[in-house]
Each structure stands twice: as structure tokens, then as C-alpha cells.
């Protein structure tokens, strides 16, 4: 075998062993996954197809290294790329904290920031996204400023509390930073957009007075999607949870309050929830509210070695959910560490019978000689 024949099989394999881990691994991972049984449509009204993420915390300038942004962001897009390409979802929702540093950034950096941002989580034609707002991306309540507020709303239309209706399927995106109930101009604004939606839902069953009011294409009680998970003491109270540690949480902090939990539940009465801000996984059948409740792992590796999305299908009245695993962490490191030393051990069994026909050549045949080194 030549030496330049040998040195491009190496290459191919090296280069191999890098297309699999990075690109082939995440169709692998992602095709055990698949849509859940789709609810019967209501009212000749199909079922949404839903993709849930959170907790993204895209890498600012302050405590990202350039090589683990590098990493995370190229782990995050492929698997985002990989499950549109997939399963093709109709509407995507990323549950708040977007970004690590959203509220230490200046102006520029922000601007910087949200280059990244279409770009990682860039999606085709006909499939909506719509990301809601966490303490990372504009602080928590004791130090969100407005300008903060502003420029994530500016960017994505979401800074308080917002209806999305789908096919008479209604979302209700709520700003968990809003919740405090402490009558602040964030706060006080919220929950007017709370008792607004109140009114659009009560018209929507023929209740109060309805003139100048949104009309709904159907009604349906509403899915709610927020960064802080509804009031719970601990992980301790989900039938399933992946937490390596069930702390106690606190209001306002880990959780909303419970006087924010009751106010929604009473002003809403919705009945499916999803959110996020733990970074780990949560899923609970009935929460205060009496509702089932998701809580989303973290979307990044750098928070979590096996971060997971959830694909939901949701009619008028029922919904069903599948939990779809991501790459591990250590699987990744383990497949470059096994293929790396197999593409090492054989490249030096051959090296070593290169050598040996090598220095038989040299002592024997200069043609042979020659002719090999070429």
C-alpha cells in the first residue's frame, strides 16, 4: 500500500468518525422518537402539531468561552435542524430564558445576540416560532429594567401576557417576570392583558359583554406557556422528574407564587400547562391548578448531559405528549474516544507493515523503494 493511499484512508476515516458524531448521531437519536396519537379533530378542527423547548441560554461575552459557545450552539442547532427536517411541527415554542446574558448586555451585544438566534434556530416557511421570555433574557423582577422589557419586545412581540390561537386551539404566553403581583408597571400592565384575555375567553362561551371584542375562531380552554413552572415545594410532587436533586424551591424565585398560581387559574381556567427554568424535567398530573403540568429540561448540554423536547399534539379537548431525548453528552465523548482509538490502533498496524515492507524495499529493490514512497 502506498504512504499517500494510507495517509487518505486515515483522513476518510477521521473525517467519517466527525459526519457521524456530528451530524448522522442526531437522526439516529431522534428517529426513536416519533408524534404521539393524535387526538380525534373537534368540530372538523385537526389537531395542532406542537414542538416544546426551553432554557436555550445562548452564550454571551461575559462567561462564555468562545470554544463551549462554539460547541453548545452547534449541538443545539443541528438538533433543532434535525427534528424540523423530521417531524415537521406547525408551531414551536421556546419557554424563556433564550439567552444566558440578555439582561447584562449592552445594545450592540444584544443585536449581536439575535444574529445567532435566527440563525441557530432559523425555521422554513409555514412553521411559526414563537419564544417567551425568562429572567436570563431581561433580568428577574427586583432588576428588570424597561429598556430591558423593551428591546425583547421589539425583537419578539412578547413581554407580557399574549393569546396565539391555532385552529381553535388557544395559547396563552405569560411572562413569569410579571407575575409578581407587587402592582409594578410590568405587573400591573400583565395582569390587565390577563383580565382582557378573561373577557375574550368569556365571550368565546357566550358570557358578558362582547362588543368590540376579539372574536374566537372556537373556543377552548387555554394551554398555558410560561418560563417559571406553576407554585410547587419541590420535584418531590411529579409522578416524573429527572432532577439529580429535589431541592425545596422558592416563590417568585424557582416558582411562581401561589397567590400568581390562583390568579391565573381563576382569571384563565386553562388546562394544560408547559414550562421551563429548572432545567430539568417534570411532569406532573395534577399541579396546584389541578391541570397536568410539564416542566422542560434545558435545551443546552452545557446545563444538563441529556437535555429533551416534547412534541404534543393538541385538539379542542384532549391533548397527547411524547418526550424526545437528545444525543447524550457522554455518548457523544464516548463514540470519538472508541472510533478514535480504533482509527488510531489500524492506522498503526498499517503504518507498522509500511515500515516493514519499507525497509525490505530499501535493502532489496531501489524500483520497489521508489515506487512505494511515491
Given amino acids: 500500500m502506498k504512504l499517500k493511499t494510507l495517509l487518505f484512508r486515515l483522513f476518510l476515516s477521521v473525517l467519517s468518525l466527525i459526519v457521524f458524531n456530528e451530524f448522522v448521531l442526531y437522526y439516529v437519536v431522534l428517529l426513536k422518537c416519533q408524534w404521539p396519537t393524535k387526538p380525534v379533530p373537534v368540530n372538523g378542527l385537526e389537531p395542532v402539531n406542537v ?73 422554513p416557511r ?69 383580565k382582557t384575555i378573561e373577557t375574550i375567553f368569556k365571550c368565546g362561551r357566550g358570557i358578558g359583554q362582547c362588543k368590540d371584542v376579539l372574536k374566537l375562531e372556537e373556543y377552548s380552554r387555554p394551554v398555558l406557556l410560561q418560563h417559571f413552572p406553576m407554585y410547587r415545594e419541590s420535584d418531590k410532587e411529579c409522578q416524573e422528574h429527572d432532577a439529580p436533586t429535589v431541592p425545596l424551591y422558592r416563590e417568585r424565585w424557582e416558582v411562581l407564587s401561589k397567590e400568581s398560581t ?57 391533548h397527547t405528549i411524547a418526550r424526545c431525548r437528545m444525543p447524550e453528552e457522554n455518548t457523544v465523548v464516548t463514540v470519538y474516544l472508541v472510533g478514535g482509538i480504533l482509527i488510531l490502533f489500524v492506522f498503526t498496524l498499517k503504518l507498522s507493515g509500511f515500515v ?19
Wanted: overall charge positive; glycine content about 6%; aromatic content about 12%.
Fill in 262 to 318: 390562583d390568579l391565573i387559574g381563576d382569571v384563565l381556567n386553562p388546562r394544560l400547562a408547559f414550562s421551563g427554568h429548572s432545567h430539568h424535567y417534570c411532569h406532573m398530573v395534577q399541579n396546584r391548578l389541578k391541570i397536568e403540568e410539564y416542566t422542560l429540561p434545558s435545551f443546552s448540554w452545557r446545563n444538563k448531559n441529556d437535555p429533551s423536547f416534547i412534541l404534543a399534539r393538541i385538539s379542542l379537548k384532549e
Fill in 51 to 123: 414542538m416544546l423547548l426551553a432554557d436555550t441560554h445562548l452564550l454571551g461575552p461575559i462567561r462564555g468561552h468562545w470554544f463551549d459557545k462554539l460547541r453548545r450552539e452547534w449541538q443545539m442547532h443541528r438538533t433543532f435542524q434535525t427534528a424540523i427536517t423530521l417531524f415537521q411541527p406547525e408551531v414551536i415554542f421556546i419557554l424563556g430564558d433564550v439567552f444566558d446574558e440578555g439582561n447584562w448586555v449592552n445594545q450592540k451585544e444584544f443585536e449581536h445576540y439575535m444574529e445567532r438566534y435566527r440563525k441557530l434556530f432559523h425555521t
Fill in 126 to 194: 409555514g412553521i411559526a416560532l414563537h419564544s417567551i421570555v425568562g429572567n436570563h433574557d431581561i433580568g428577574f423582577h427586583y432588576a428588570t429594567r424597561p429598556n430591558l422589557v423593551q428591546r425583547f419586545a421589539d425583537q419578539f412581540n412578547n413581554t407580557g401576557v399574549s393569546l396565539i390561537s391555532i385552529r381553535g386551539v388557544n395559547f396563552v404566553a405569560i411572562n413569569s417576570i410579571a407575575m409578581e403581583g407587587d402592582g409594578c408597571y410590568l405587573c400591573e400592565k400583565a395582569e390587565k392583558e390577563l
Fill in 356 to 374: 516493514g515492507q519499507l525497509w525490505s524495499y530499501r535493502r532489496g529493490d531501489r524500483r520497489d523503494y521508489k515506487k512505494l514512497t511515491k
